[in-house]
């Protein structure tokens, strides 16, 4: 169905990069194409807090479709309002652990339920201004 050797290493490099997401520790998933499951289990350090969680676990389903989005047309990359059309067809399980094993969040939700993962409220700041370019375009 889907190469999952090329989704953990690219998973892997993503949720593990500590510029992006310094309270990562390591990553691992499991994806059960028979049964249609994905588990998603993401270890981070000992003083994150239950919102860093949450926010991590919403980054952590839409980039995870996102990836594997790359080797299918059919799956839809996540946005502002969807966490990806993966989750349509996969069940998900995803937990956010700390280290030692006490988990700050962990949830499921069967293929195409309604995922109520949060992240943080982005700023209400207006983002930079589109401005059209003045320079010739070929014909």
């Known amino acids: 169905m889907y ?14 990069n500590t510029e992006n997401y310094p ?4 990553f691992d998933f499991a994806a059960d194409e028979e049964a249609h499951t994905i588990t998603l289990n993401w270890t981070v350090k000992a003083d994150t807090s239950d919102a860093q969680a949450m926010e991590y676990a919403a980054e952590l389903v839409k980039l995870f479709n996102d ?8 799956i839809e990359n996540s946005s502002a309002t969807s966490f990806g059309t993966l989750w349509d067809t996969f069940a ?19 293929a195409g339920e309604a995922i109520d993962l949060k992240a943080a409220e982005s700023s209400t700041e207006a983002g930079p201004e589109d401005v059209p370019e003045d320079v010739p375009k070929k014909v």
């Not at 190469?3 to 593990?16: G, I, L, M, N, P």
């Open 23 to 26: 309270q990562a520790v390591s």
């Open 3 to 16: 190469d999952w050797d090329q989704v953990r290493h690219d998973a892997t490099e993503v949720f593990t």
């Open 67 to 74: 990836i594997v989005a790359v080797q299918s047309l059919e």
């Open 92 to 110: 998900l399980n995803v937990k956010i652990s700390k280290e030692g094993g006490a988990a700050l969040l962990d949830k499921s939700y069967k």
